[in-house]
């Protein structure tokens, strides 16, 4: 390793589908910084320890995907805020020797849905399938935005309850609702429906939505950018719905952490470029 060039990446598991590496890479290109952001595929008993030796191995900055944003928390010596506030960790920047959370995901989702998407969400419903980190942050985000009601459904239905209890104690002028299945969601009367699970990523995944539910007044955002299209959004897509994948989440959310590390304004049609260019058959991992 070149002791003079930085480290930034990604760490999670597993890591290999990201294309975080292809934008931030050009981003640092172009501002012609001695960086290079790499993937940092751990499991979880490898965490701690990777983390305690950060300094030595010359990484400045993080990234941070499933399964870790919570449970890097414990392991940092300050959050922000913002990440305290939703729970879960995105990026690390490494500082005078000490490692500070934040979170960019949901700030990241909320610029592309209502810049790029021109979604307004005063007065929308919203379901969400998933409970996770990602969940969290989006849930947050959406919520400041004066929805009338939003509902939450995950296979493990205590995160699902989990996120529930945060936001109702957060925010005192949304309906917001657990329910114990996709069925319940009330995906007829949905303006918005976001997949927040890795159900998706392989091409064998099922569809986690029945077409009988899909309707031509639903924006389906699936938080998954590879592959492109997902069955979900296939489905959706062939029904008449809007669909998004998380494209523009990811290139959104990564200027942000590239603003906390570096400093410097992120060059985001660089990164949107690199982004765009990455060919993506569905099915690959």
Same mark, same amino acid.
């Given at each position: 390793?070149?002791?003079?060039?930085?480290i930034?990446?990604?760490? !999670?598991?597993?890591? +290999?589908?990201?294309?975080?590496?292809? %934008?931030?890479?050009?981003?640092?290109?172009?501002?012609?910084?001695?960086?290079?952001?790499?993937?940092?595929?751990?499991? @979880?008993?490898?965490?701690? #320890?990777?983390? =305690?030796?950060?300094?030595?191995?010359? $990484?400045?900055?993080?990234?941070?995907?499933?399964?870790?944003?919570?449970? *890097?928390? @414990?392991?940092? #010596?300050? %959050?922000?805020?913002?990440?305290?506030?939703? !729970?879960? *960790?995105?990026?690390? +920047?490494?500082?005078?020797?000490?490692?500070?959370?934040?979170?960019?995901?949901?700030?990241?989702?909320?610029?592309?849905?209502?810049?790029?998407?021109?979604?307004?969400?005063? !007065? =929308?419903?919203?379901?969400?399938?998933?409970?996770? !980190?990602?969940?969290?942050?989006?849930?947050?985000?959406?919520?400041?935005?004066? @929805? +009338?009601? $939003?509902?939450?459904y995950?296979?493990?239905?205590?995160?699902? =309850?989990?996120?529930? =209890?945060?936001?109702?104690?957060?925010?005192?002028?949304?309906?917001?609702?657990?329910?114990?299945?996709?069925?319940?969601?009330?995906?007829? #009367?949905? #303006?918005?429906?976001?997949?927040?699970?890795?159900?998706?990523?392989?091409?064998?995944?099922?569809?986690?939505v029945?077409?009988?539910?899909?309707?031509?007044?639903?924006? *389906?955002?699936?938080? $998954?950018?590879?592959?492109?299209?997902?069955?979900?959004?296939?489905?959706?897509?062939?029904k008449?719905?809007?669909?998004?994948?998380?494209l523009? %989440?990811?290139?959104?959310? &990564?200027?942000?952490?590239? /603003?906390?590390?570096? &400093?410097?304004?992120?060059p985001?049609?660089? %990164?949107?470029?690199?982004?765009?260019?990455?060919?993506?058959?569905?099915?690959? /991992?």
């Amino acid at each position: 390793m070149n002791p003079q060039k930085k480290i930034y990446g990604l760490i !999670g598991y597993p890591v +290999k589908h990201s294309l975080s590496p292809l %934008m931030h890479n050009a981003a640092l290109s172009h501002l012609k910084i001695n960086a290079e952001y790499k993937l940092f595929p751990l499991q @979880p008993n490898e965490l701690p #320890d990777f983390l =305690k030796n950060f300094k030595k191995n010359n $990484i400045f900055g993080l990234n941070v995907t499933v399964p870790y944003k919570e449970k *890097v928390m @414990p392991l940092l #010596d300050k %959050m922000s805020k913002e990440a305290r506030l939703i !729970g879960a *960790v995105n990026t690390i +920047k490494a500082s005078r020797n000490k490692l500070y959370g934040f979170n960019t995901d949901g700030q990241g989702f909320l610029k592309h849905l209502t810049c790029d998407l021109k979604f307004n969400l005063k !007065g =929308k419903t919203i379901a969400f399938i998933g409970a996770g !980190g990602a969940a969290r942050a989006v849930s947050v985000y959406l919520s400041k935005g004066n @929805p +009338k009601r $939003i509902s939450v459904y995950d296979i493990d239905k205590a995160k699902a =309850k989990a996120i529930v =209890k945060h936001l109702k104690e957060n925010f005192k002028n949304v309906d917001f609702r657990f329910v114990n299945s996709v069925a319940e969601l009330n995906i007829n #009367d949905t #303006d918005l429906l976001i997949n927040a699970t890795p159900i998706g990523m392989r091409g064998a995944d099922h569809c986690l939505v029945d077409e009988k539910y899909i309707h031509k007044n639903l924006l *389906v955002y699936d938080l $998954i950018y590879n592959p492109k299209e997902t069955k979900l959004l296939r489905l959706a897509k062939k029904k008449g719905a809007k669909v998004s994948n998380g494209l523009g %989440m990811l290139l959104y959310q &990564g200027a942000l952490s590239f /603003e906390i590390w570096i &400093g410097k304004k992120a060059p985001i049609e660089i %990164m949107r470029s690199a982004l765009n260019e990455a060919c993506l058959p569905a099915g690959r /991992e």
